[in-house]
């Protein structure tokens, strides 16, 4: 999310220098058989650079907001406007946003009960089944999420002028090959659904 490191002072990194210590056959192997312990010296640096990089380009992210969407977003946490973003894509029963945001269903129903209350989430009865009950965005909350992706996208090209066409596309394969192995990860492990809720 993009507000996430709103309140964070973040303050640009400089490049760290390259360890002395290359990787080898056997650190590979090591890395292979015993997980993130077993990194060399060379690997973990570079987890650490990457790690470095997010914060600064969050930071940069949330420098470009208009002064309409800032007041908006004042009483909305991380997890309501996570909550806002899902919704957005249509129209969601509690149980669907709950396995969305890999919280339980009560903690749902509150999250939501909050957004309703700031006329953010509406409660829509679905057409086929009177019973189910579905949420979605009010007619605010839609102009908001419109500008805060329009805002993005701005900030995002920006940040990414400095990249030709090629470079980008090597950037984005390999952060989406990222991103899938992240997804399988996670399918592959059991919810907890123990997130908070506010």
Not at 14 to 36: F, K, M, V, Y
Not at 159 to 168: A, K, Q
């Amino acid at each position: 999310m993009i507000y996430e490191y709103e309140n964070d002072l973040v303050q640009p990194l400089s490049p760290i220098a390259p360890r002395t210590l290359p990787t080898t056959e056997t650190d590979n192997h090591s890395q292979s058989t015993h997980g993130s312990s077993s990194f060399s010296l060379t690997r973990q640096a570079l987890i650490d650079r990457f790690l470095g990089v997010r914060p600064v380009m969050m930071h940069c992210l949330n420098s470009i907001k208009s002064p309409e969407v800032s007041a908006s977003l004042a009483k909305v946490t991380v997890h309501q406007l996570e909550a806002l973003h899902l919704i957005s894509r249509g129209r969601l029963t509690m149980s669907e946003l709950a396995r969305a945001m890999d919280i339980s269903e009560s903690a749902a129903t509150a999250l939501i009960d909050r957004l309703v209350a700031q006329n953010l989430v509406e409660r829509f009865s679905d057409s086929g089944d009177r019973r189910m009950v579905k949420v979605g965005l009010s007619c605010h909350a839609e102009q908001i999420i419109a500008q805060i992706e329009e805002n993005r996208r701005y900030a995002v090209g920006s940040l990414l002028s400095v990249l030709d066409d090629e470079r980008l596309t090597t950037l984005v394969e390999l952060l989406e090959t990222i991103a899938a192995h992240a997804t399988a990860s996670l399918d592959a492990c059991p919810s907890a659904a123990s997130r908070p809720s506010a």
